[in-house]
């Protein structure tokens, strides 16, 4: 790695914006070490620089135009986020240093909140496991609510109401990405068997080639435009109701085809689902 590069990162990490807008200028690789500054952003919850990042990215041409694909990745890569030692305790509670959930909608530019709502979590914590529980926080309430604040509100409320579309096709994909996948961070032991992806053909391409490959031998699949059509999401706008058709990867039960029917227009509420096993997999990990 060059120096500029290294400094980059450094920069990067201890969020000196200015330094790190100079050395991009200089021409430091913003993806430099399987791009280290932006997860350093993700992991401190780090807005204004994830801003300047992705800005930098869009105004030099290294990302044309934002695709499905690109939001899968970066879901991806903050579920791999490692889980801070002070959360997964018997009264562990979020400090402000953590990851902010509200900054998935800079990877998911077809959603927003509703006015007056914040995307935000609370430490869930079981002893033998860990994980976020995600909840609409009115913007003038009180910041890092506890476990037990949190089941009081959501009761009777739950975020995905809070989410409001901007009612293009992938606007409901980033919907379906957002419930699916949303929790999947800082997992902690038996949680991590919450590992349900979303898959494109891309994601097939680099993690799971073999296993549809298998199905589609067995199917006698030879086309590469059907094995295609097994797994790409499609959305169908309908006057009322929005239809996204798309598929789901887990280690323990394998790719899964989900049918789900949302309402069209704000609160999207669900309408109806259903979903079909096209191949079972184990890997036979225990946690």
């Not at 120096?3 to 430099?32: C, M, P, R, W, Y």
């Not at 992705?54 to 970066?74: A, K, L, P, T, V």
């Not at 879901?75 to 998935?104: C, V, W």
């Not at 032991?189 to 073999?210: C, G, N």
Request: net charge negative; proline share 3%.
């Amino acid at each position: 790695m060059s120096e500029l590069d290294e400094n980059f990162i450094l920069s990067a990490q201890k969020g000196d914006i200015g330094t790190v807008e100079g050395l991009l200028e200089q021409g430091a690789d913003i993806h430099a070490s399987d791009d280290k500054a932006f997860m350093s952003a993700f992991e401190r919850g780090n807005e204004k620089m994830l801003r300047l990042l992705f800005d930098h990215e869009r105004s030099s041409g290294q990302i044309e135009q934002w695709n499905f694909d690109r939001s899968i990745y970066w879901f991806n890569r903050i579920s791999g986020m490692n889980t801070p030692d002070h959360l997964p305790q018997k009264d562990g509670k979020r400090n402000g240093t953590e990851f902010d959930a509200n900054l998935y909608f800079l990877v998911l530019p077809h959603l927003s909140m509703k006015e007056g709502f914040r995307l935000d979590y609370a430490y869930l914590y079981f002893y033998e496991s860990g994980e976020p529980a995600l909840f609409a926080r009115p913007v003038d309430s009180e910041n890092y609510w506890s476990s037990d604040d949190w089941s009081d509100w959501v009761e009777n409320n739950h975020y995905l109401d809070y989410i409001v579309a901007d009612g293009s096709p992938e606007s409901y994909l980033e919907l379906v990405l957002l419930s699916t996948m949303g929790s999947h961070f800082y997992l902690f032991w038996h949680a991590q068997y919450m590992d349900t992806r979303l898959i494109t053909d891309t994601y097939v391409a680099d993690h799971i080639k073999d296993i549809l490959n298998e199905y589609c031998l067995k199917q006698n699949i030879k086309n590469k435009k059907e094995q295609l059509e097994i797994i790409e999401p499609t959305v169908e706008l309908k006057e009322n109701s929005s239809v996204v058709t798309y598929c789901t990867f887990s280690e323990w039960t394998g790719i899964v085809r989900h049918r789900k029917s949302y309402k069209r227009y704000f609160p999207h509420k669900l309408l109806d689902e259903e979903e079909t096993t096209i191949v079972q997999y184990d890997s036979g990990i225990d946690i």
